[in-house]
Each structure stands twice: as C-alpha cells, then as structure tokens.
C-alpha cells in the first residue's frame, strides 16, 4: 500500500499553550460518532411523525381586540353619545384582561355553545374529537339536580336507531329523539346532516358539569397587552378542533362586550330611579308656589314692579341661586350618607353637582367593588374566603367617602349659613318697599329657583336615559388569525434536538465513566516525551513492518526508528532499548517485534530478547521455537550462540527466545550471566530490543532497566488505565528507567474510514491505494456505536 505523508502546521490555532481544552480534538470525537447522530436523528424524527400522525392536532386562534376607552374615541355620534353618559369611566386594560380570562365570560360562553358535551369518535389508536361533523347531539331537556361528569358510548346502527352503551357494559338500542331519563337528568340524541355517512360509527358522547367545562377553557385562553401605548390586548386560545377554537373566540367577545354594556346600564338604572324620584317631589313644590304666585296677583292686584324692588330681586336672586346650590349639593350629600347607612349594593348615589375628585373617585371605586363582589356571589357563596380583601377595601372606601362626605357637609352648611346671612341684609335693606310688592318678590322668586331646579333635573334625567340606551360596544376586534403549524413545528425541532442531546449525552457520559487514555493530552501530563504514535490497524499479521509494507502503521514505526536513533545519541552499534507497560494487552510484544522489524529492514543487524518470562508472545509472533531459549541461557544449561534463532522477517533480525517458564524469574534477571549476555551482545548487534514484562505488576523490567540505553513505556488507548499514568509519572520522577519515553498505541482513526490524524505531531498520513477491508470497515463502524 503506497501513501504520502502531507505535512501540516501546528494546532495551535484551537489549543491552548496550557492544553486545557482542545476544541479540533473535541469535535472529532463527536464526529467520529457520526452513525450513532444519524440514527438518533432518524429515530428522534419518525417518534415525532408518529406522535402527530396519530395526536390531535393543536390549532393557536387568536384575536386582536382593541379596548374602547371612553375618552379617546374618534366617532362623532359615539362622542356626543359618550359627553353624555356622566356615569362612564375609563376602562383599565390590565383590569379587562383579567375580566376576559374569568369563570363567568368563559361560563356563558360554554353554556352558548353546549361546550359542556363533547363528542369523540372512537378509533384503533385515538379518539377523533368530533365537533361539527358529530351525527349526533345531545338535549338535555332536564338537567340532573346534582351535575355529575359521566359518558356513555354510542353506535350509529341505522337512520332510525342508535345503540346506547353504558359505562357498566349495558346496552340498549333507542330511537333518535326519544327521551331518556337517567342520572345524567332527562335528554334525547337528535340527529344532524352527518348522520348517513356516519352508519356503524362508534361515538363517545361524554357530559361535564358546566364549571368545570368553563374552567377547562377558561385554562386554554391566555390573554397579553400588546403594546403600553394603545389599549389593544391579544387573545389566544389553544384548541384541536379549529371550528371550535374559532367559535369559542368570537362567542367570548360577544360576552365580554355584553357584560360591559350590562353593567353600565345597571349604574344609569340606578341614577334614573334616584332623579325621578327628585323629580316627583321637585313637581309638588313647584305646583304649590305656581298657585300662591297666582293667587297672591290675583288678590292683590299686582301687575308691575319697581325698579328698586327690579334690582333687590336681581341681586336676592343671584343669592338664592347660590343658596339653591348648596341646598341641592347638601341633598346629594345627604343622599350619599343614606346609601352608606344602606349598604344597599343594587343602587348607585349620584354625584351631579359635587366637584370633589376624591369623593367621585372613591365613590366610582366602591361602585367597582360592589360590582366585583356581585360578580363572585353569582358563582361563590358569600362565606368564601375570597371576599374577605374585597370586604376589607369596601370598609376602607366607604371610611374615605364618609370623611370626604363630612368634609364637604361642613364647607357647605358653613356656605349656607353665609347665604342666609346675605339673604337677611337684603331684606333689610328694602324695609320700606310696600309689604306687598315685598311678598310678589319672595313668590317670584321662589317659583324661578324651582323652576330652574326642576329643569335642570329633567337635562340630567334625559342624559341618563341615552347613557342607558345606548349600544355602542366596549371592544372591537381588530385582527383574527389561527394557526396549526407551531405544533408540528416545534414536535419537529424538539424531535431534532433531543436526536442530538441524546447521543452526544451517550458520548459525553461514555467518556466520564471512561477511565482509561483517551488521548495524548493526558499523556503530557505526565512529563515524560512521546516517542510515537501508532494508530489501530485491524489485521491478522503481527508483523506490519517489512521491506514490501507501507501501511501507516509501518510508516509510524519507521518514525518511531528515527526518533530513536536521536535518544541514542546517533550511537552506532551495542543499543540497548528496553520495551515495558502497565498491564498485559497494551501491545508491549507488538511493539518490540514490529520496532525491531524496523530497525532490521534499515540494514541494522538487530536482535529481540524475550525476557518476559510470564507470558511471552514474540515466539509465538515469529513462528519460532519457544523451548529453547534464555532460561536455559541463564541456568547454564545453553550457550548464547545456541538459543540465537533467524526470523523470516528479515536476514538481520535475530530472536532469543523465553524457553521454559522459570519458577523463580527474578532470580535469572538479577544474576551475572545477565549481565554478561547484555555485554557480549553489545559487542555482536547493533540493536539490541529487550521485551520486559508488565512493570505494573512485576519488577522485572525495573531489574533489567539497568542493562538498558532507552527505556520506552507502551501506553494503549483504550486499555491503559489514567491511574497507570500518575505511575508513569512517579517511575520518571524516581528515575527508575534511563531516557524513558512512551509509545502511544493502538490510536482509533477518526473522520472517515483509512484517514488517521497525529493531533500533537501535526503530520496527516492518507492512503491512496487500499485493498478495502469489508470486516474491519463494519467492525469500525460498529465501535462508533
């Protein structure tokens, strides 16, 4: 296999100078697990298409209303109409959008609607909820004395007849409009216009009681001020039926804009009754002077008067007004000190005439209380807890009325009392006008103070009564729109994103629980130098290095030969290199076979000591005898021209292999012949490859390290525990291996399949003829998983 090594620069562009986070290195393990995505994608998706395929859909209905503030309406008719109506005030858009939201808007509207019975088709999967397209509809023509939820199904059998199955099992077959009287109350089933393409149709007729039905959309509807300076507030409501979400919209404005117009025909009812009252004992007293004014003229003969007597009347008249005034004032006191002896709610006092903005305000606000109040009596009894901050501002505001109301009684009869005061000075003065002309005075002017009272009351009478005819509504709706597609498209984007969460969560968790090297980022921590990298290479040959290979492993230990003749100082012959790890399956033997392999293919007459005396594997590797080898060596028992074995690797690569298990390893390893055997190869080889034990576990390799040049550490990704690295770590501190540096082994190709990437060493090694390897390519893609 030809490759090209393509030279790249440093990544320091995404590392940092201390190594703490690499971002490239980050995102390549991510990709690497590119399958496992695509298949939590696919699979998060189809989940996703199921659920809506066989889910309600959900449609978002929703109105624009604009709040009609009385003070602000451009319509010439509607502001005539609203200069009229004394009794109007502003409304609070904060207050309207709790007022849309309520029990008692949304009740009407369920009740408009017979929301309070739903209809659903049975299916296999799920229930279609039916709404316009039912064959059937219920009446109920009696209602039960205790509401009660129930259900019962339905099966269309023909035009004439249904079957009625109860909850209980039992089943009865009835005639359309045929009355049934059972705990739900007394009803009947009619038909509708999708009765004939409804035949053998199960359906789910199911009754709620009609407070909780309310409370069921009243939770749907959500209500939001659009913007603070306009009084244009957007309702939204949630619905799968959308026929029905549209209905359930325009029915609660209608209602909404009902009970504004209720209650402000309630405030000028009660205005009416209290003028017209006024009125009928106003009437009697203006009768009675008329009569005394006739009749004194009539007696007396009076038909012209004095210019003295012309100017007292003009300036006891002006006088009189003003008494009048007070006098009118001091009755509406009066009346408003009588509705807070009362506290009779049906009933507002009038105001006309009182100028104090404390007084009104409170006045209107208690009126709002009362109304408030009247509102949760028509659904909660009185005892409920809720009306105990409602009563406690009523006390508050009626303390305030009664003490602005004292107030102004007082500044009043003080008036009053200075008028009356005027009014004798007048009368004084004018002694000697004749007694009569002086009488015809006081009758003319009491007929014209009544007069003018009485006129002034039927004005605001008649105000009133076009403030109570009047229609105009308290909102209009200014947009209306549905939509069904948020749903699906949030389903959807949800669906995506927990594709991705998932398997990067499966990813992220795998590498926490992880606690083996993963990457060279964690060697370094260590402080001891990487002599190498060799990535993963599945194959069945333990040899990859000879003089035909040029696989990446090959091309790497080729590296790794070059890099090492560097730690031996370029020294020429008798190189002593020791090979060890932590724990068995790191690739320690692979290394020192396929390393020496390298050496020897160079021209380097090489040869590999098998000194792992536990469990050796390079015999095996090279096909040679495993009999006969170093313990014999050691114990005397063979010469070391004897146990020298040829490979068939290469002419220059030579083994001595184990031989027989010793019982006592250490004992060899630490004798004189070892010694001697190390000298005299120094002086017959130029490489000499010593494949130790697992230093982890024993201490032969740490017997033998004194033999050797180099000492090179076989850390597997994957295998090599990171607890092994603070011993790697503490071996360097000590100095227990001289010149000790780590190969990094078995590195899993990341990006796609043939392409390895050296993240600290900045080289990329691409293939570019492969014999494509169908069993490593599928156990590849299975490992990303």
């Known amino acids: 296999m030809n490759t090209e090594r393509i030279l790249i620069s440093p990544i320091s562009e995404v590392k940092g100078d201390n190594a703490d986070f690499n971002l490239r290195e980050t995102i390549n393990k991510y990709v690497f697990h590119w399958p496992l995505f695509l298949l939590g994608i696919v699979l998060a998706l189809t989940l996703a298409y199921f659920y809506l395929r066989y889910s309600d859909p959900e449609y978002e209905i929703k109105a624009k209303l604009l709040i009609k503030d009385d003070k602000k309406d451009a319509n010439p008719v509607a502001e005539e109409l609203k200069r009229l109506d004394v009794f109007s005030s502003s409304n609070v858009v904060e207050n309207e959008l709790e007022v849309l939201q309520s029990r008692k808007i949304m009740k009407k509207v369920v ?56 909850p209980n099992g039992e089943t009865k077959e009835i005639g359309y409009g045929h009355v049934v009287t059972n705990s739900m109350g007394t009803w009947k089933l009619d038909t509708t216009g999708t009765l004939p393409q409804s035949i053998g149709y199960k359906i789910r007729v199911s009754v709620s009681d009609l407070d909780k039905a309310a409370d069921k959309y009243a939770s749907k509807v959500s209500t939001e001020k659009l913007n603070k300076q306009a009084s244009v507030v957007e309702i939204v409501l949630k619905d799968n039926v959308l026929s029905r979400g549209k209905k359930i919209v325009n029915s609660l404005v209608v209602a909404y804009n009902e009970e504004k117009a209720e209650e402000k025909r309630k405030i000028a009812e009660n205005a009416l009754q209290f003028i017209d009252s006024r009125l009928d004992s106003l009437s009697g007293e203006l009768t009675s002077v008329e009569k005394d004014f006739e009749g004194f003229r009539s007696s007396q003969g009076i038909t012209n008067i004095s210019s003295e007597a012309q100017l007292y009347l003009e300036n006891v008249k002006a006088n009189d007004i003003q008494l009048n005034d007070v006098n009118v004032k001091l009755n509406v006191i009066e009346g408003i000190e009588s509705y807070l002896r009362s506290n009779n709610a049906n009933s507002a006092p009038a105001t006309f005439g009182i100028s104090d903005p404390a007084l009104i305000a409170n006045i209107n606000k208690l009126m709002e209380l009362q109304l408030q109040k009247d509102r949760l009596l028509a659904t909660t009894p009185e005892s409920n807890p809720v009306f105990e901050p409602i009563n406690k501002q009523i006390a508050t505001t009626k303390a305030g009325i009664r003490e602005n109301v004292g107030n102004i009684k007082r500044s009043l009869l003080a008036a009053k009392s200075q008028l009356s005061s005027n009014n004798d000075r007048f009368e004084a003065s004018i002694k000697n006008i004749p007694g009569q002309e002086r009488k015809f005075v006081s009758i003319k002017r009491q007929q014209s103070v009544k007069e003018n009272l009485y006129v002034y009351l039927l004005q605001k009478r008649e105000e009133a009564a076009l403030s109570y005819a009047q229609t105009l509504t308290a909102s209009t709706t200014v947009d209306y729109t549905y939509d069904e597609s948020e749903k699906k498209s949030l389903t959807f984007a949800v669906a995506f994103l927990l594709g991705l969460i998932i ?20 060697i ?12 993963y290479m599945d194959t069945d040959d333990y040899v990859v290095v000879r003089d035909s290979e040029r696989s990446i492993v090959a091309e790497q230990f080729r590296a790794m030969r070059t890099n090492l003749l560097y730690l031996h100082e370029r ?47 390079i015999a095996e590797y090279l096909g040679l005898d495993p009999h006969k080898g170093l313990t014999e060596y050691l114990t005397g028992k063979a010469t070391a021209t004897e146990i020298i074995q040829s490979s068939n690797v290469d002419p220059d690569l030579f083994v001595m292999a184990t031989g027989e298990l010793p019982a006592n390893p250490t004992k060899l390893l630490d004798s004189k012949r070892m010694d001697d055997l190390i000298a005299w190869l120094r002086t017959e ?68 399949y ?7 060493y900045g080289y990329y090694v691409k293939p570019t003829s492969q014999k494509t390897n169908y069993k490593a390519t599928i156990r590849s893609f299975l490992n990303r998983f």
């Open 111 to 166: 009740e408009d609607l017979d929301l309070w019975v739903s209809y659903q088709k049975v299916g296999r999967v799920n229930d279609l909820d039916f709404y316009d397209q039912t064959p059937v509809r219920l009446t109920m023509i009696k209602p039960a004395e205790v509401p009660a939820n129930e259900s019962f199904e339905v099966i269309i059998k023909s035009p004439e007849k249904y079957l009625m199955i109860r």
């Open 503 to 522: 398997p990067a969560g499966v990813v992220y968790g795998r590498g926490l629980i992880n606690n083996s090297v993963t990457n060279t980022r964690e």
């Open 524 to 535: 370094e921590e260590t402080s001891v130098p990487v002599l190498g990298e060799l990535m």
């Open 571 to 617: 020294k020429e012959s008798g190189r002593v290199t020791l090979i060890t790890s932590s724990i068995p399956n790191e690739g320690k033997s692979f290394v020192s076979t396929n390393l020496a392999a390298a050496l020897a293919t160079s021209g380097r007459k090489t040869i590999i000591l098998e000194m792992d005396f536990r469990k050796p594997k």
């Open 685 to 752: 080889y130029d490489d000499i490859i010593i494949d130790t034990p697992p230093v982890y576990l024993v201490t032969d390799a740490m017997i033998l390290a004194r033999l050797s040049d180099v000492s090179l550490y076989v850390v597997r990704q994957g295998t090599t525990l990171k607890e092994h690295l603070q011993y790697i770590k503490g071996l360097n501190k000590q100095q227990k291996f001289r010149k000790l540096n780590i190969v990094f082994n078995g590195i899993q190709m990341d990006g796609k």
């Open 754 to 760: 043939g392409y390895g990437y050296s993240y600290d």
